[in-house]
C-alpha cells in the first residue's frame, strides 16, 4: 500500500510540474498525519532527484501542546537530515492587530515565515553553505542547475482531498462563482500541494504502513470552526449516504472548474482590456457587444481594482451597473466602500471614495496620476527626485501595482499599519505616532493615505516601504496633498 501511495503521489507531483532537479523547497509541518505524510514522500523523493528540502515549524502560540508538536518535528528533522526552522508567533496579537480571525492571522503568518525561510535558504545557499547531503550536492553540481544557484523556489503544504472538498463546499453556502468552486488548486504560484487527491485515510494508513506517528491537534475534533463541521457531519454523510466517492467526485469537478476559470479569466482580461478608456473608466460601446457572461466578469474585474476586498461585491452590484449601462443620459450607483460609478455620455467612470467630500478634509486636496515608468516627463518632481534634491514632502510615488484595494483618504482608525524596512517589517501607526512624539490631539486629527489597514502614506510624515518604486516597479501612482489655505480677507 505504501509504494501504490507513493507512486501515485509522485505521478500527480509529475503531472503538475510541482518539483524538478534543482528547486528550492520549504516544506509547512505541523506534525500532524498530513503534514507528516507530505515531508516522508519528500524525504524518499529527495533520494531519486536532486532537489534542496527544509521544514518550517510555526508555533502560533495558541495551544499549551505546540510545544511538544515542534519538538516531534525536530527530531522527525534530525533523524531524517533535513534542515529545521522554527518560527514563533502570536497569531492573536497579529489578529487583534489586523483585524481578522485567529485562523486566517495564523494562515498569513504561515506563509510570512515560508518566504523568509526560502529567502535565508537562497542566500545560504549562495553562500555555499546551505547544508544537504553531499552526494546531492555533488549530483546538482553535475546537472544543468550548475548554471544557477538553485532551480524554482517552491512551498509545499499538506492539503488533503478533505480539506478541497470542505473549501469547496464552505464557498458554495457562502456564495460564490466558478473561482471559488475550483477551491483548492494543485499549485498556485509558488505553492504546492502533493497530497490533494489522497483521502485522510489513505494517509494515515501509509503512515502505518511506514511506521511512523504523528501529533494530534486537540482543536481538529472540535466543531468551533464551520469547516469542521463541514468535515465531521457533511462529509461523511454525503460519503456514507449519498455516494461512496463524494470527495474524490467533488475533486474531479475542481480541476474541471479551475480550467474552465483559467480560461474564462484570460479572456476576460483581454477583453477588459480592450474596455478601458482611462484610470477606472470603461466603454460601454465595447462593453455592450459582449456576450452578457463575459459583461458581468468584466464588471467584477473593474470593480475588483476599486472595491477593497471582494467578498463586498455582490451579484446586486454588477445586476445594478448593468442596469445603469442601459440606461438613457447620465446617472450614477452607490458601491460598497463609498466607491460611485458615474455613467457619463458612453463612458462607464469608477470614483474612489477620496473623491467624495465626506471622506476628504475640507482644508485638503489630493491629486493622483498613474504613469507607465517609461512615460513619466523627465521634467516631473519624480526625477527630481531621483537627483536628490530635498523631497516634496506633499507628492510621493508609489508602485501602482502593489496597491491591492481602493485607496482611500480617511481618518487613521485602529488597526492601521505601516512597513517600516524593505524586509517588510510592520508596526501599528499608533506606535509609529508616538514614537515620532506627535502630539495626541494632532494625532486624532491626521488624515492617511490607506490601502484597506495598510498605510501607504501619513502626509508630513513618512511612506511605507511596502509600496516604494524599485527597479522592477512598471506603474507609478504620483500622489501631490495640498493643504487649501484660507481666504485671507476672511474674518
Known amino acids: 500500500m505504501r509504494d501504490v501511495v507513493y507512486e501515485r503521489v509522485k505521478k500527480y507531483m509529475d503531472a503538475q510540474d510541482m518539483i524538478a532537479a534543482g528547486d528550492l523547497a520549504v516544506a509547512g509541518v505541523s506534525g500532524g498525519a498530513d503534514s507528516v505524510c507530505l515531508l516522508h514522500i519528500l524525504w524518499r523523493l529527495r533520494a531519486e532527484r536532486p532537489f534542496r528540502l527544509a521544514v518550517v515549524h510555526v508555533n502560533h502560540g495558541l495551544r499549551t501542546e505546540a510545544g511538544a508538536d515542534a519538538k516531534f518535528v525536530r527530531r522527525l528533522c534530525e533523524e531524517w537530515e533535513i534542515p529545521f526552522f522554527l518560527r514563533e508567533a502570536d497569531a492573536a496579537g497579529y489578529a487583534a492587530l489586523h483585524g481578522i480571525s485567529t485562523e486566517e492571522a495564523g494562515r498569513q503568518l504561515r506563509y510570512q515565515a515560508f518566504a523568509e525561510t526560502l529567502a535565508k535558504m537562497e542566500d545560504a545557499m549562495a553562500a555555499g553553505s546551505f547544508g544537504e547531503q553531499e552526494d546531492v550536492k555533488a549530483e546538482l553540481r553535475t546537472t544543468a542547475e550548475k548554471k544557477a544557484v538553485c532551480g524554482r523556489c517552491r512551498v509545499a503544504v499538506a492539503h488533503n482531498a478533505q480539506d478541497r472538498a470542505e473549501t469547496m463546499l464552505f464557498h458554495l453556502f457562502r456564495g460564490t462563482g466558478l473561482k471559488g468552486l475550483s477551491s483548492i488548486r494543485p499549485v498556485r504560484e509558488t505553492v504546492i500541494r502533493p497530497l490533494l487527491q489522497l483521502s485522510r485515510e489513505e494517509i494515515e494508513v501509509y503512515l502505518t504502513a511506514q511506521g511512523l506517528s504523528w501529533c494530534e491537534d486537540s482543536t481538529n475534533g472540535e466543531d468551533a470552526y464551520v469547516r469542521n463541521r463541514i468535515r465531521h457531519h457533511i462529509l461523511p454523510f454525503a460519503e456514507q ?161 502593489k496597491i491591492t484595494t481602493a485607496l482611500l483618504l480617511r481618518p487613521r482608525k485602529e488597526g492601521d499599519y505601516l512597513t517600516i524596512d524593505d524586509a517588510l517589517h510592520t508596526q501599528s501607526l499608533k506606535r509609529y505616532l508616538i514614537n515620532e512624539k506627535v502630539p495626541k490631539k494632532k494625532r486624532d486629527a491626521l488624515y492617511v493615505l490607506a490601502d484597506g489597514s495598510h498605510v501607504l502614506w501619513v502626509p508630513g510624515y513618512r511612506t511605507s516601504s511596502g509600496f516604494h518604486v524599485s527597479g522592477e516597479t512598471k506603474r507609478v501612482l504620483e500622489v501631490h496633498y495640498e493643504e487649501k489655505k484660507k481666504d485671507c480677507t476672511e474674518q
Open 241 to 401: 449516504e449519498i455516494c461512496s466517492g463524494a470527495v474524490a467526485h467533488m475533486g474531479e469537478l475542481a480541476d474541471l472548474l479551475a480550467e474552465t476559470e483559467d480560461y474564462l479569466s484570460r479572456e476576460t482580461e483581454r477583453l477588459y482590456e480592450s474596455c478601458l478608456t482611462e484610470i477606472l473608466g470603461l466603454r460601454l460601446d465595447r462593453l455592450k457587444n459582449l456576450d452578457p457572461v463575459m459583461q458581468k466578469r468584466v464588471l467584477l474585474r473593474a470593480l475588483e481594482e476599486v472595491v477593497p476586498y471582494r467578498k463586498d461585491i455582490t451579484a446586486r452590484h454588477i445586476e445594478g451597473l448593468l442596469a445603469l449601462a442601459e440606461k438613457g443620459g447620465s446617472g450614477s450607483l452607490s458601491l460598497p466602500c463609498g466607491i460611485r460609478a458615474y455613467k457619463e455620455y458612453d463612458t462607464l467612470r469608477f470614483v474612489w471614495a477620496q473623491e467624495d467630500k465626506g471622506n476628504v478634509p475640507q482644508d485638503a486636496g489630493v491629486t493622483f496620476t498613474l504613469w507607465e515608468k517609461e512615460a513619466i516627463p523627465e521634467d516631473s518632481l519624480f526625477y527630481k527626485k531621483e537627483q536628490n534634491i530635498p523631497e516634496n514632502r506633499y507628492t510621493k510615488w508609489f508602485d501602482y501595482d
